[in-house]
């Protein structure tokens, strides 16, 4: 049950998406940002809820610490979009 409760969340917690859709197969550049950024909110999501189980199964402050740091770095550098 808890599986499907962060499934739902990462879901949930992505920028609301665009309403508009391109017509035929033809897919406009804004759609295809729009999925990778998509993609991208949701490995974001994936390494904040491993992250914080892994400071939930070893709860030393320093480790916490570290992971959290760690975590929103990575955090960065997925959502980044210079590269």
């Given amino acids: 049950m808890l599986r499907y409760l962060l499934l739902f969340l990462c879901r949930a917690l992505p920028p609301v998406r665009q309403s508009s859709r391109t017509s ?22 994936h390494l904040w809820l491993s992250a914080l189980i892994s400071v939930a199964l070893f709860p030393a ?23």
């Fill in 24 to 45: 035929g197969n033809f897919k406009s550049s804004t759609e295809i940002h729009r999925r990778l950024q998509q993609a991208r909110w949701v490995r974001v999501c």
């Fill in 61 to 83: 402050p320093a480790f916490g610490i570290a992971v959290v740091l760690f975590t929103t770095f990575l955090s960065f550098s997925v959502l980044d979009e210079s590269g």
